[in-house]
């Protein structure tokens, strides 16, 4: 998607909460990279990760407001959820990006994937297209491509959601349950989806979502766990 973009060689890029730095080998080859990463043990992992094999790199950890903007393009993949005010995140992220310069985002999608996963990771909601687009367009955005991804996921994830893991919780609250009635708060255990699975079933998860990629080249998903957009700055 960033390809289509047609970006100059000269080109500078912001990813916004890059974490590990997973995206780093892929943002930089479309021009000058700079990661912002508010974890300074976060980014400390991903310098001494990266900045052998990735020498242009810029790395920062102060406050956004201290980076110049007249970005081309600032992405943010899943982070647009952990910021509490989404609008005044997204007035800042606006602040970073030149005029006619995009922001590439990913969030969840659909509240009624809401679960554990969620509550572990910090997130303070789900979007879908429509909540997604109203928070864009009211921070001056418009809209140039946005899709449901990960679809081949979707039902289980529905059914992990709603029916796994109310069931389990369930189960461990009654376990848990003191003689009184009263519930030990430690009963939660660790979510099945925050934990690496089999390979054999990462093969199969990868091999599934895998014709997405193409197929947003041409095409919209209806429906997925996961939404990316691309919005352009006015």
């Known amino acids: 998607m960033i390809s289509r973009l047609d970006l100059p060689r000269t080109a500078r890029l912001l990813d916004i909460g890059t974490g ?3 995206m780093i080998p892929v943002l930089s080859a479309f021009g000058e990279l700079t990661v912002f990463e508010p974890s300074s043990v976060a980014l400390g992992f991903t310098r001494d990760a990266y900045q052998g094999s990735h020498p242009g790199v810029t790395y920062k950890t102060d406050a956004l407001s201290t980076i110049d903007g007249q970005f081309d393009v600032v992405t943010a993949f899943d982070v647009l959820e952990h910021c509490k005010d989404d609008l005044a995140a997204l007035v800042e992220w606006s602040a970073l990006i030149k005029p006619g310069g995009r922001l590439l985002l990913t969030v969840p999608a659909f509240p009624s994937l809401w679960g554990r996963n969620d509550e572990l990771s910090h997130h303070y909601r789900r979007y ?3 909540t ?3 928070v864009l367009t009211q921070r001056g955005f418009s809209i140039q491509k946005m899709s449901y991804t990960y679809l081949a996921a979707f039902v289980p994830v ?29 009963f939660d255990d660790i979510p099945w989806d925050f934990k690496q699975p089999p390979a054999i079933i990462n093969s199969a998860l990868q091999a599934a979502c895998s014709w997405e990629k193409d197929w947003l080249q041409y ?3 209806p429906f997925g766990t996961s939404i990316v957009a691309i919005a352009r700055k006015s």
């Open 128 to 130: 879908t297209k429509q």
């Open 132 to 134: 997604l687009t109203d």
């Open 219 to 221: 095409g919209d998903l």
């Open 20 to 22: 590990t730095g997973g």
């Open 158 to 186: 529905w059914l992990s959601r709603n029916i796994k893991e109310k069931m389990e919780t369930r189960a461990a609250a009654a376990r848990a349950a003191g003689p009184d009635g009263s519930i030990d708060a430690s």
